[in-house]
């Protein structure tokens, strides 16, 4: 047991330190609603990008857009071809870069995520159409004469007729070029102009170069020995039909990473019932207004955030939380836009509208996470961008080695060589790698009440060695209830509760809580002190009437030189049972020993036992004394914890573990605890805490389970280990593909790889990618 107590005190963190959310609905208490993006309060642009086509598409317009003065950081998605933008810079400037980089953008003016989500849908399912009728026309040129080709006759010139039929045929293919392929040969000459090459640039030479050297043959055969007479019209139109089904069967494959995102949206109401003048009227949910009252009947969604002002019921809250159980729901009580309402009738005032609802913030904040990525993506954006010169230096090789060392007719095998080295290290599939898992990793996540900031967080939450719990509000409920009073003098119960109270009504500390809400549940009002202060790490002094109270742990006791010997064994034996013993002084004379329990959460140990079967080290950080620490650890099956720490120590435990060599997870719901969560690895929130913690996390549980953290560690390591397939798939494909496609099995066993099977190989590549991410979408976290 790493157990580093100091002595046998009691409550260390009181009052100011680990404050707690009221029930009242002010801003303060906003948790989930205020700061779960607070990186919106930096300028955000959005800009919807057409003409990438592949990964170093991406770092072209990433380098492009950082480049402009203002940009602090500028992350593009591939797969959805959207690029948030982060700073101080004018929505034209960033438009600019990236028509000067050779690609169109535009801003993303929808007013709200379902608009986003439905212009995207038709701009997809327009794009997707035009790929099925781009690659049909193609596939209708090119299968006719592959068939022949493969059939019928030989795809040579020896005849005026044949050259006559030929280039007929020619031409047509050229029409296949102009019109299905126009995109491709677009994109390329962006590039061309831009002194960069991508996707589009590697099609355009391997189609070009086939279709040119077909007319060379058609035009001029005399020029050319007989056996090099051979056409490759099918190989152009084959390739460009095939490129064209593969990115339709992409674009169709990928609507279904955003599931997730549009589930989200699909709960938010079109309309709300307000009260206006006395009167129900139903409104469009745009209309309604901060202050509004709401009416909302069992069975029906809460339409905008707000607090409870009549009524009674149990909302359903696992849409956004994961959490099964509906939650009783009273006068005072918030209730959050998306969730449904069970059972009773209730009216709530409008607090929070619009995009400003949690609802919203957790969609923003899903699709920006969506937008980010991991370290590991990162690194298939800096070999993209190297990855289509070597290629076309390759070709260029293959092609000389052919002309100088291979058999006759030695231009033709040179030709198609080249061509399928181009067509079959397209990096479509690279890019798609990281960004398809990402989308639905991190929707999968928010689905399970887990909201993940970046895909930095999303990464090195699969890597953490250790975890860091705080105990009160983390692993116990956080809402203590008073056990005991041990009554020391000539004061009575009544009494102690009522001083006690007086001196706790203005501290926000769950331990003052359970005092004041004791005291209240007896009757017992508190009064107004005066000359209240906090002592750091020991307790709070004041004055009522012309008593002096002091309440607090044995440390505040000893420093006022109060005898508190008689009763240090009872507070050990509180403490024995994870009761927090507290001591209260009136007039420098022990009046009582006030025990306080916070009881466990009641999946605390599965949850933690999940943690420890996985392979992560537990350790439980606590303010409280030794012997409270102790049977709180024993009881979850904790062996590590560490009692009477400081607020500013927890980041020095968290730095103290990182210097051992353990990548460390911290979760805590206080404001003592966000130093260490913003030290940590990845600092988890629970998202019932204060708005503080959660800022400084980097993911947040919406519910106060546990299993909410070992399902985002599971999730974490189920999307990297997709990306990490993904990506070995695409490396593989292309290490693989390019050599043989250069001919090194020509030697050994005479084959040679066709231009028309390596661009089915390409498309496909991407469908693949596409497809294995969607697995994601039906991996489920095992809680046991």
């Not at 409104?283 to 009416?295: G, K, Q």
Request: glycine share 8%; proline share 3%.
């Amino acid at each position: 047991m790493n157990n580093v107590s100091k002595s046998n005190t009691v409550e260390a963190k009181h009052a100011c330190c680990k404050p707690k959310n009221t029930t009242q609905p002010d801003a303060s208490d906003d948790k989930i609603t205020n700061n779960l993006a607070s990186n919106d309060r930096q300028s955000e642009h959005h800009l919807i990008v057409d003409g990438a086509s592949c990964a170093s598409c991406v770092s072209k317009i990433e380098k492009a857009l950082n480049s402009v003065e203002g940009v602090q950081s500028a992350e593009m998605n591939f797969a959805q071809r959207t690029v948030v933008v982060v700073g101080n810079v004018a929505d034209a400037s960033l438009i600019s870069a990236v028509e000067i980089a050779g690609y169109n953008a535009k801003i993303d003016t929808s007013e709200s995520e379902e608009e986003a989500v439905d212009e995207k849908d038709k701009a997809d399912a327009k794009y997707y159409k035009k790929l099925i009728r781009d690659m049909s026309i193609a596939l209708l040129i090119g299968v006719p004469l592959m068939i022949y080709g493969l059939a019928i006759g030989e795809m040579t010139v020896t005849t005026s007729t044949e050259r006559l039929v030929w280039f007929s045929v020619g031409l047509l293919t050229l029409g296949v070029m102009i019109f299905s392929g126009k995109h491709f040969y677009i994109g390329a000459w962006h590039s061309f102009k831009n002194h960069s090459a991508n996707m589009d640039t590697l099609i355009a030479l391997g189609t070009g170069t086939a279709w040119i050297y077909s007319m060379v043959v058609v035009a001029v055969p005399d020029l050319l020995p007989l056996m090099a007479r051979h056409i490759y019209f099918e190989a152009t139109a084959m390739i460009i039909g095939l490129i064209n089904l593969g990115l339709a069967l992409e674009v169709k494959a990928r609507g279904k990473t955003s599931e997730a995102i549009k589930r989200l949206i699909g709960l938010q109401s079109k309309t709300a019932r307000v009260i206006r003048d006395n009167k129900d009227i139903d409104i469009p949910i745009e209309n309604v207004l901060l202050d509004d009252l709401v009416r909302v009947r069992p069975g029906e969604k809460i339409s905008v955030d707000g607090v409870v002002t009549e009524g009674h019921t149990a909302i359903d809250e696992s849409m956004l939380t994961g959490e099964p159980m509906p939650v009783e729901k009273t006068q005072g009580d918030k209730v959050v836009a998306g969730t449904i309402n069970k059972s009773g009738s209730i009216v709530f005032k409008a607090t929070r509208v619009g995009k400003d609802t949690a609802l919203a913030q957790i969609i923003n904040m899903v699709k920006r996470a969506q937008n980010s990525k991991p370290p590991i993506g990162r690194m298939a954006d800096v070999i993209s961008a190297y990855f289509v010169p070597v290629i076309m230096i390759i070709a260029v090789l293959s092609a000389l080695a052919w002309l100088n060392f291979g058999p006759t007719p030695s231009i033709a095998f040179a030709i198609v060589s080249a061509t399928t080295v181009l067509i079959i290290a397209c990096p479509c599939a690279l890019g798609l790698a990281t960004p398809m898992s990402v989308m639905v990793g991190v929707g999968k996540a928010a689905e399970a009440g887990v909201l993940i900031r970046n895909g930095e967080a999303l990464q090195s939450a699969s890597t953490i060695t250790t975890m860091i719990l705080d105990k009160t509000g983390t692993i116990t409920e956080g809402a203590p209830k008073v056990t005991d009073v041990l009554v020391a003098n000539k004061l009575t119960r009544e009494e102690v509760l009522m001083f006690a109270a007086s001196i706790e009504a203005g501290s926000e500390h769950p331990l003052a809580m359970a005092i004041v809400e004791s005291a209240k549940e007896q009757g017992i009002e508190p009064k107004k002190v005066t000359g209240f202060a906090s002592i750091a790490g020991q307790g709070v002094e004041a004055k009522l009437d012309d008593s002096v109270l002091l309440f607090g742990n044995e440390k505040l006791m000893a420093k006022r030189g109060i005898n508190i010997e008689a009763f240090i064994d009872k507070a050990q034996a509180f403490a024995e049972e994870a009761k927090t013993p507290m001591y209260f002084a009136v007039n420098n004379e022990l009046a009582a020993v006030i025990a306080v329990a916070d009881p466990i959460k009641s999946d605390s140990i599965e949850a933690i036992k999940r943690l420890q079967n996985s392979g992560i080290r537990v350790v439980m950080l606590t303010g409280d004394n030794r012997l409270t620490a102790k049977a709180i650890a024993e009881k979850v099956g904790i062996s590590e914890y560490v009692a009477e720490v400081l607020p500013e120590d927890k980041a020095k435990k968290v730095v103290e573990l990182q210097s051992d060599g353990e990548i460390v997870g911290m979760t805590g719901d206080g404001i003592n605890d966000a130093p260490a969560l913003a030290q940590a690895n990845v600092g988890f929130a629970i998202g019932t805490g204060t708005d503080v913690a959660i800022e400084s996390a980097d993911i947040t549980l919406m519910r106060g389970s546990l299993h909410g953290l070992a399902d985002a560690i599971a999730v974490s390591k189920a999307t990297l280990s997709n990306i990490r397939q993904n990506l070995f798939g695409a490396f593989i494909y292309n290490v693989a593909g390019v050599p043989i496609a250069a001919g090194v099995l020509y030697p050994f066993f005479g084959l040679l790889l066709s231009p028309v099977i390596a661009g089915a190989a390409m498309a496909f590549s991407s469908l693949t990618v596409v497809t294995n991410a969607n697995r994601l979408r039906f991996f489920k976290a095992k809680e046991h």
